[in-house]
């Protein structure tokens, strides 16, 4: 068993597909018509046949409090493997993406936090 799909909630799938694929760097791999929505999924260029990020929109009532919280209380949708947290961190500051924390080094472990501004905070992390 693998994990095949993941998805994130987002305000409007066009500002979230250039959001993940110019600035994060995903690329698309779905983009499927379903009435307003769309079946929009994006992958890692270093994977493109493993796990895809469905870009899901948020209509359901459910979704706004649950987003809220998690926002609130700082807790990602989502978490993304780098190769070096803190030139990443770098790199998107340059492109003028909003961190909600900075690299923070526990152990082992770097993680940063991003808002995607598509309503969603987003964890960078590397384990060494």
Not at 1 to 7: A, C, D, E, K, W
Not at 25 to 35: A, E, N, S
Not at 50 to 72: F, M, W
Request: aromatic share 8%; glycine share 6%; net charge negative.
């Amino acid at each position: 068993m693998r994990i095949h799909l993941s998805s994130v909630f987002v305000d409007d799938q066009d500002k979230a597909l250039r959001f993940y694929t110019d600035v994060l760097g995903f690329v698309k791999k779905h983009d499927v018509p379903l009435g307003e929505d769309r079946w929009l999924t994006v992958v890692s260029p270093e994977d493109p046949d493993g796990t895809e990020l469905l870009l899901e929109p948020s209509g359901h009532p459910a979704v706004p409090p649950y987003r809220a919280a998690l926002a609130e209380d700082g807790i990602p949708a989502a978490s993304f493997a780098v190769d070096d947290v803190h030139a990443e961190f770098d790199r998107l500051r340059r492109l003028g993406v909003h961190f909600t924390q900075e690299p923070l080094e526990a152990g082992p472990v770097t993680t940063a936090v991003l808002d995607d501004t598509c309503g969603n905070l987003v964890q960078i992390v590397h384990s060494a």
